[in-house]
């Protein structure tokens, strides 16, 4: 542990379990990050750990920029168990807009400024010309992301899109959520700040623990120093972003290092109660 306070969050994670609150992101943390976003399936440890934990905890949720739905598709494993296999998960997907509990959404209806962005986001690529090749359209119903990671040069086609998109944003009423080689247009008012800090506040924590890998992450990190009980800020590390790391109690080698430690903190909430 990088932090006295990560320390301390950790201990009291440890000392009452009943009371921790355990949230993660999907992409980079659950799942390894690659080329196909339809392809980035959890990995195949990730899943047991969790249900030892979502029976030692008082809550493990996933908040996530997918739609629940597609966490919950992601989440299938070769031999399972799978996703959604684990007792009493949340998923607030779309960064906290989507509440998933036990196959029940609850969501608010979708902007009405996506279509303007589905019509005009095609000649917008167009007249960046052939570096753009290779750009990725994801339309997820509620939010539409741009993926640049099967270009030549993905950051330069990212840097080279931010302006446009950001003022096609604009002109929708949307924001802009920027990721690793994605920018998402998407509805404004939550991000997985809020989020976080409003399912502490439903379950009554008494611990948090955050593991998340990208920018969108950052928020969820700041609830967790903001929030008024011990927590832990968990980097899923990667050469990618660096800004989280800077920014941890912990870092771990991406989604191995992460099922690693949920499984750890597993066994020794389980060592404790014998
Ligand atoms: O909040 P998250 O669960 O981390 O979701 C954020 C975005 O993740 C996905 O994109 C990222 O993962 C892809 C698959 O590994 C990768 O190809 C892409 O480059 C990454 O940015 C997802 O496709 C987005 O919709 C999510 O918003």
Request: glycine residues 10%; aromatic residues 2%.
């Amino acid at each position: 542990m990088r932090t006295d306070v990560g320390a301390i969050g950790l201990s009291t994670i440890l000392d009452d379990p009943g009371g921790a609150v355990i949230a993660l992101d999907f992409d980079g943390t659950l799942a390894p990050i690659v080329a196909d976003p339809s392809a980035a399936w959890i990995d195949p440890g990730a899943p047991a750990a969790l249900i030892r934990l979502a029976g030692q905890v008082n809550r493990v949720a996933i908040i996530t920029g997918r739609p629940p739905s597609t966490a919950i598709a992601l989440g299938d494993t070769p031999a399972g168990p799978d996703l959604i296999d684990v007792p009493n998960l949340l998923i607030l997907g779309h960064y906290g807009l989507e509440r998933w509990e036990g196959g029940e959404v609850v969501a608010p209806p979708h902007p009405a400024g996506l279509e303007l962005v589905r019509n005009e986001l095609p000649a917008l690529l167009a007249s960046l010309g052939p570096e753009a090749d290779g750009v990725k359209i994801e339309d997820k119903g509620r939010a539409v992301a741009v993926h640049t990671r099967n270009c030549a040069d993905p950051d330069a086609v990212l840097d080279e899109l931010r302006e446009p998109v950001a003022q096609l944003a604009e002109r929708a009423g949307l924001v802009v959520e920027p990721g690793r080689k994605v920018l998402e247009l998407r509805g404004p008012g939550m991000d997985k700040g809020r989020a976080l800090r409003e399912l502490l506040t439903e379950t009554s924590a008494r611990s948090v623990m955050f593991i998340g890998d990208d920018l969108g992450d950052l928020a969820a990190f700041a609830a967790v120093a903001e929030a008024d009980i011990p927590g832990v800020r968990v980097c899923s590390g990667s050469a990618e972003v660096t800004e989280l790391a800077e920014n941890a109690d912990l870092v771990v080698d991406g989604p191995p290092g992460v099922v690693a430690l949920l499984e750890t903190l597993g066994k020794s909430i389980t060592s404790r109660d014998q």
